[in-house]
């Protein structure tokens, strides 16, 4: 491969997919880019490629869901079954400034696979290329911003009378119970690189961002999906302190860090690493009514892009209505 002529075409045009497309021809096999939810961003084709899946993919603008369920369930970089077993499919993610951005998918042919470190040249290229472009849109700073020029435009409102919009975002923290208890909690590192790509995007006063300490959401992921071993811990960082944990000024993360290390255990285990579909979890045993089944098929959905109608609507059989001896609503009757 050529990288000065790859790193020519990332410098001079500015464009994720002609990027891609150079990406494409340099490795001559079919490319995808995808978003962290599998949605197709951007795709190098290939004619001679009819594969009924890959075409599909394309025309839908999404990965199949079984591809997606075998990424999440891998590695940062893997290889997939290939339908033709004329090609191979690798696949790795994207990242840029510490931000997961999402993945590349290659579709070469079983005996031309580009090398792996012309790969990566190539993925480091697509991911900067890919952030630059996301920040060209802030997404909820332009919804604001949005809110507030459309106060000014009322023909009538109240003279001397302001606008304030208030923007408030929380780090994703996974918990058990929920079809995302599955997923890997995003590190400390990237949430507060998110939190100041948000500030960026806002250029008013008339606009204020609201949002939480990521050492607190980290915390509260540990807690969240922890096991009996963390009971030494929390008794521990009580005596050197740890409590109030809820008030700013009384807050001792380096404390909480410090005993965890004492103690002889990684926090990081617990939140920043997804589970297993099968695995067997410290709240495996206890019963509420919502089956594991049930969890695992909602996070497949959601990793599809597909919704779920809200349950007085249509009943999905979760489980739930076993703890009530009956169905959860009357259907016979409108409850929208």
């Given at each position: 491969?050529?990288?000065?002529?790859?790193?020519?075409?990332?410098?001079?045009?500015?464009?994720?997919?002609?990027?891609?497309?150079?990406?494409?021809?340099?490795?001559?096999?079919?490319?995808?880019?995808?978003?962290?939810?599998?949605?197709?961003?951007?795709?190098?084709?290939?004619?001679?490629?009819?594969?009924?899946?890959?075409?599909?993919?394309?025309?839908?603008?999404?990965?199949?869901?079984?591809?997606?369920?075998?990424?999440?369930?891998?590695?940062?970089?893997?290889?997939?079954?290939?339908?033709?077993?004329?090609?191979?499919?690798?696949?790795?993610?994207?990242?840029?400034?510490?931000?997961?951005?999402?993945?590349?998918?290659?579709?070469?042919?079983?005996?031309?696979?580009?090398?792996?470190?012309?790969?990566?040249?190539?993925?480091?290229?697509?991911?900067?290329?890919?952030?630059?472009?996301?920040?060209?849109?802030?997404?909820?700073?332009?919804?604001?911003?949005?809110?507030?020029?459309?106060?000014?435009?009322?023909?009538?409102?109240?003279?001397?009378?302001?606008v304030q919009?208030?923007?408030?975002?929380?780090?994703?923290?996974?918990?058990?119970?929920?079809?995302?208890?599955?997923?890997?909690?995003?590190?400390?590192?990237?949430?507060?690189?998110?939190?100041?790509?948000?500030?960026?995007?806002?250029?008013?006063?008339?606009?204020?961002?609201?949002?939480?300490?990521?050492?607190?959401?980290?915390?509260e992921g540990?807690?969240?999906?922890?096991?009996?071993?963390?009971?030494?811990?929390?008794?521990?960082?009580?005596?050197?302190?740890?409590?109030?944990?809820?008030?700013?000024?009384?807050?001792?993360?380096?404390?909480?860090?410090?005993?965890?290390?004492?103690?002889?255990?990684?926090?990081?285990?617990y939140c920043?690493?997804?589970?297993?579909?099968?695995?067997?979890?410290?709240?495996?045993?206890?019963?509420?009514?919502?089956?594991?089944?049930?969890?695992?098929?909602?996070?497949?959905?959601?990793?599809?892009?597909?919704?779920?109608?809200?349950?007085?609507?249509?009943?999905?059989?979760?489980?739930?209505?076993?703890?009530?001896?009956?169905?959860?609503?009357?259907?016979?009757?409108?409850?929208?």
């Amino acid at each position: 491969m050529n990288k000065n002529l790859l790193l020519k075409t990332f410098l001079q045009n500015n464009s994720l997919n002609v990027l891609v497309e150079a990406v494409g021809a340099a490795f001559d096999c079919p490319v995808l880019v995808t978003d962290n939810a599998f949605h197709i961003v951007s795709a190098a084709t290939a004619a001679d490629y009819a594969d009924a899946e890959y075409r599909r993919a394309l025309a839908h603008s999404e990965l199949p869901l079984a591809v997606c369920t075998a990424i999440t369930a891998g590695g940062a970089v893997g290889e997939l079954p290939a339908a033709d077993s004329s090609r191979r499919v690798l696949y790795a993610a994207l990242q840029s400034g510490g931000v997961a951005m999402g993945y590349i998918l290659y579709l070469p042919q079983a005996d031309s696979v580009p090398a792996a470190d012309d790969r990566l040249f190539a993925e480091e290229l697509i991911a900067k290329q890919f952030f630059a472009e996301q920040r060209a849109g802030s997404g909820i700073a332009d919804t604001a911003q949005q809110v507030v020029d459309l106060f000014y435009k009322i023909p009538n409102r109240p003279k001397g009378k302001g606008v304030q919009v208030t923007i408030s975002v929380a780090c994703f923290v996974p918990k058990p119970d929920t079809p995302f208890q599955f997923c890997a909690q995003d590190r400390r590192e990237s949430l507060q690189e998110k939190q100041k790509y948000l500030l960026s995007c806002v250029h008013s006063r008339k606009i204020k961002v609201n949002y939480h300490d990521s050492t607190t959401s980290f915390l509260e992921g540990v807690f969240a999906k922890g096991d009996r071993r963390l009971a030494p811990v929390i008794v521990e960082a009580y005596k050197r302190g740890c409590y109030f944990d809820g008030w700013e000024e009384c807050f001792k993360y380096d404390t909480w860090l410090q005993t965890f290390a004492d103690l002889g255990i990684d926090p990081a285990f617990y939140c920043q690493r997804p589970i297993g579909l099968d695995e067997v979890t410290p709240w495996s045993h206890m019963d509420y009514g919502v089956t594991h089944e049930y969890l695992v098929r909602e996070y497949q959905k959601a990793l599809a892009a597909q919704t779920t109608q809200p349950c007085n609507r249509a009943c999905h059989g979760c489980g739930a209505n076993h703890l009530l001896g009956g169905p959860c609503f009357d259907y016979s009757q409108n409850l929208v």
